[in-house]
C-alpha cells in the first residue's frame, strides 16, 4: 500500500501563486508515475499535470506555462508549484500515484478567489 498526503492548498487571490506538496509513503517501491488531479464542483475529476520518472512531464493544456510538476525521489514527494493562479483554477487537488495500482491522496483544496 501507498499512502499519499497533499499540503499546501489554501485561499489565494487571483494572479497570486500556490505550491502544493505530495508525500508518499509505506511500500514506495517503484512508483512510476506520480502527479496530480483536480476536481471542481459540479464537474469531473480531471488531469492537472504528471510527471513518469523524475523529468518527463505532461500538463493540462489549462495550465500550460503556468503551473510547474517536479518530483523529489529522495523525499519520495512530488510537487506542483502554481503561478497566475485564476478563479477557474479552484478545486479540490488530489494527489495521484501509480505502482501496481492506483493511488490518491485525500485531496487538498485551492480556492482562488478576490
Excluded: H
Excluded at 65 to 79: E, H, L, P, Q
Aim: charged share 15%; hydrophobic share 35%.
Amino acid at each position: 500500500q501507498v499512502q499519499l498526503v497533499e499540503s499546501g492548498g489554501g485561499l489565494v487571490q487571483p494572479g497570486g501563486s500556490l505550491r502544493l506538496s505530495c508525500a508518499a509513503s509505506g511500500n514506495i517501491f517503484n512508483i512510476a508515475v506520480m502527479g496530480w488531479f483536480r476536481q471542481a464542483p459540479g464537474k469531473q475529476r480531471e488531469l492537472v499535470a504528471i510527471i513518469t520518472g523524475s523529468t518527463q512531464t505532461n500538463y493540462a493544456d489549462s495550465v500550460k506555462g503556468r503551473f510547474t510538476i517536479s518530483r523529489d525521489n529522495a523525499k519520495n514527494t512530488v510537487y506542483l508549484q502554481m503561478n497566475n493562479l485564476r478563479s477557474e483554477d479552484t478545486a479540490v487537488y488530489y494527489c495521484y500515484a501509480v505502482q501496481v495500482r492506483e493511488f490518491w491522496g485525500q485531496g487538498t483544496q485551492v480556492t482562488v478567489s478576490s
